[in-house]
């Protein structure tokens, strides 16, 4: 079973409201497919990748986790979801292979992500669109896994130096939704300002992550026991694609068309 790592979301684990997110994620990008074949970066176990098969699609999914692979080759046959061990920075795809491309919750862990845009662009289609989804940066949390964090125009910028076409929405909740996702940032606001010497950026960044993948199950564990499981009753129906995008709006949601050429 591949262990958490802060980056991966799992059942029973992460709060209800996070991986209801991702999955609002996934289905934002599911109504927006047609035919032919889609690729999905940082896959993990599958759990989301698999949910794009159907209506004359193949599903192909890359993902640098080893542990992650075997879980979703273990769940899903390669006719529902194929997996490889790739670099998104440096896909091993030919040029124009693919008709769709998700990037969700991936670009922001680049400290530079223009490979990992131009490995998009280049095996994508010419006809193809790409989908890219990460935290909107003014109501992002704080991650050190989240090393190139995203506002609209700095998105739009970054995506547009290799697609011709690009569109940004948003991907926003309900009330009682962003009442959570507010609660949940001041509890981890309060657990942070502990740290009055700002310790955890002045040590080595590798110490930091170290300690932070070994203690957010266990905050997860103390602060947010009654947000998992199912217990809130948050679902990805909770959450909406918009084109109004403000400081609180969650998530950043990039349609790209016209891959230019390298």
């Known amino acids: 079973m591949a262990r958490l790592t802060g980056e991966r979301p799992m059942q029973g684990v ?3 409201s996070l991986l209801a997110l991702h999955g609002a994620g996934y289905r934002a990008v599911l109504e927006r497919l047609g035919p032919g074949r889609v690729l999905d970066i940082g896959c993990g176990q599958g759990f989301e990748s698999v949910g794009f098969g159907g209506e004359g699609r193949r599903v192909f999914g890359v993902d640098y986790s080893a542990a992650a692979l075997q879980e979703a080759s273990s769940r899903w046959s390669p006719e529902e979801l194929l997996v490889a061990q790739m670099d998104a920075g440096a896909l091993g795809m030919a040029d124009q292979s693919v008709d769709w491309v998700c990037s969700s919750h991936l670009i922001e862990h680049f400290v530079d992500p223009a490979p990992h845009v131009s490995e998009v662009a280049r095996v994508l289609r010419s006809d193809g669109t790409a989908f890219f989804i990460t935290p909107n940066a ?6 050190p896994f989240h090393v190139h964090p995203f506002e609209p125009d700095h998105l739009r910028d970054v995506l547009g130096r290799h697609f ?3 569109t940004i929405l948003g991907i926003d909740a309900v009330a009682r939704v962003k009442d959570d996702f507010r609660s949940r940032r001041e ?3 309060r657990l942070l300002a502990l740290d009055v010497f700002h310790l ?3 040590i080595p960044r590798s110490w930091y992550v170290g300690a932070y993948t070994r203690i957010l199950p266990v905050a997860y564990g103390l602060i947010a026991r009654s947000d998992t499981g199912g217990l809130t009753g948050i679902t990805a129906d909770d959450f909406f694609v918009t084109e109004d995008i403000d400081t609180t ?10 891959a230019m050429s390298r």
């Open 249 to 258: 709006t969650l998530v950043l949601f990039a349609l790209a068309r016209h």
């Open 14 to 16: 992460t709060p209800d």
């Open 138 to 143: 003014p109501a992002d949390f704080e991650n």
């Open 200 to 202: 955890r950026h002045r």
């Open 187 to 189: 509890r981890a606001a």
């Open 164 to 166: 011709g076409d690009v």
